[in-house]
Structures are given as structure tokens and as C-alpha cells.
């Protein structure tokens, strides 16, 4: 089946530094995409999301790219903060009208401080 | 609090128990969700309730039994459980089954055991 996924598990960075977490997608019929934060002990929380007549969208401090050419979603982060440090996942839309989302496996930001 | 409340946070059960989760949101939404997240995987669809009716078993097995009362509400009935199946599940909702495409808001979630 399609599936989205993350290039790298574990990402650190050196607080104040610019954080990129990159994710391949695989059907290219997917027109919405979401990035999604999770803290340690609670759940995924809404970031940012990006339709596919986009390429850029941005937010505070956080910046999503979408290449379609490639199938490839990243999120920037800006002046990384140790209250960045969570599991990152990114998400497509499924099948319309099913309810259903597609997610990455995630990847884990840690900033050193 | 996100707006989705599960409880209990933390469960700790033995093979042969009966265990419930609950999952209460009171934002409105008419579909609701249970996820189950397990280490290095991604998040893996178990059910998805629309207005109180399942439209979704991914192939869960029976030894997991979703209830959703209403539309606030939703359960999942623990009974019989195996090592593997220790993992965090969430429960999400979204306002109906066509803009979930848009995203969930998820509780917490319960982080279950299984010994």
C-alpha cells in the first residue's frame, strides 16, 4: 500500500540552529498534507499543513516545502528551541470521505542546548 | 488539553484481564478514531466511527472491541490481550469523515501494558 515516510529517525541540532525534517511520499495523487508534533506523554498536535498547489507555506517559525516533482515534504524549523524537542510525523490525506490519514514513521528532534 | 480526553493515561493488565479505554471529546465532531502507536512504526488505523457507526475495522482483531455510544464517547474494550499489543493508543476526531482529510485533533492517549 502507499505509505509516507521519514528519511531519518533522530535528528539533532544545536539550539538556535535551523532544523530540517524530510519526508518521501508515494502517491502522488495525495493533494493535502500535515505535519504533525508529538511530545513526550501526549499526543500528536497540529503544526502546519500544506495543500499540493503549494509549495511553501509558513508559519511561525516553522516553513513546509512540498516538491512534487519529487514526492517530497520537509519542515523547517527556524532558531531551534529545547521546546522543539518531539517526534515529528508527517501525514497525507487517504481515500476522500474515509476519515483516514496516512502517516510516516516519524522523526525524533533533539536540541542540545 | 487538546479537547479529546482519554482515560486512563497509564494501564498495566495481565493476559486474562478485561480492561476498558475511553475517549470523550466534546468539540462537536462526528467521527472519532482509535490509533494504535506502537515504537518505530508509524501510527496504524484500528476503527473510525462516523455519527455512531463504525465504518472501519482494519483488520483488528476480535480480542479489540470498539463501542461508541455517541458522538462524544468512545470506547475500546480490552479482553484477552498479548504481549505485543502493549503500545500508546489514541483516539482522535475530526468534524466528519470528509474533512479529516484536514486533520485530527488527538488526545493523549493511553499508554497500555500488557504482562
Known amino acids: 500500500g502507499e505509505s509516507v515516510g521519514l528519511h531519518l529517525p533522530t535528528l539533532s541540532v544545536q539550539e538556535g540552529d535551523n532544523s530540517i525534517i524530510n519526508c518521501a511520499y508515494s502517491?502522488?495523487?495525495?493533494?493535502?498534507f500535515i505535519w504533525y508534533k508529538q511530545e513526550s506523554g501526549k499526543g500528536p498536535q497540529f503544526i502546519i499543513d500544506i495543500r499540493s498547489n503549494m509549495d511553501k507555506r509558513q508559519g511561525q517559525r516553522v516553513t513546509v516545502l512540498l516538491n512534487k516533482t519529487v514526492k517530497h515534504l520537509s519542515l523547517q524549523i527556524a532558531a531551534t528551541q529545547p521546546g522543539d524537542s518531539a517526534v515529528y510525523f508527517c501525514a497525507e490525506n487517504g481515500p476522500s470521505n474515509t476519515g483516514k490519514l496516512i502517516f510516516g514513521q516519524g522523526t525524533t528532534l533533539q536540541v542540545k542546548p | 488539553e487538546t479537547g479529546v480526553t482519554q482515560t486512563p493515561r497509564h494501564l498495566v493488565m495481565g493476559m486474562t484481564n478485561k480492561k476498558s479505554l475511553k475517549c470523550e471529546q466534546h468539540?462537536?465532531?462526528?467521527?472519532m478514531y482509535w490509533y494504535k502507536q506502537s515504537a518505530k512504526k508509524p501510527l496504524e488505523l484500528m476503527f473510525v466511527y462516523s455519527l455512531e457507526e463504525r465504518v472501519e475495522n482494519n483488520s483488528v482483531p476480535s480480542r479489540f472491541s470498539p463501542e461508541c455510544p455517541n458522538s462524544s464517547h468512545l470506547f475500546l474494550h480490552l479482553h484477552t490481550l498479548q504481549p505485543e499489543d502493549s503500545a500508546l493508543y489514541l483516539c482522535?476526531?475530526?468534524?466528519?469523515?470528509?474533512?479529516?482529510?484536514?486533520?485530527?485533533?488527538f488526545g493523549s492517549g493511553t499508554r497500555l501494558t500488557v504482562v
Open positions: 482522535a476526531s475530526s468534524q466528519d469523515l470528509g474533512t479529516a482529510n484536514y486533520g485530527y485533533t
Open positions: 502517491n502522488s495523487a495525495s493533494d493535502y
Open positions: 468539540l462537536g465532531h462526528n467521527a
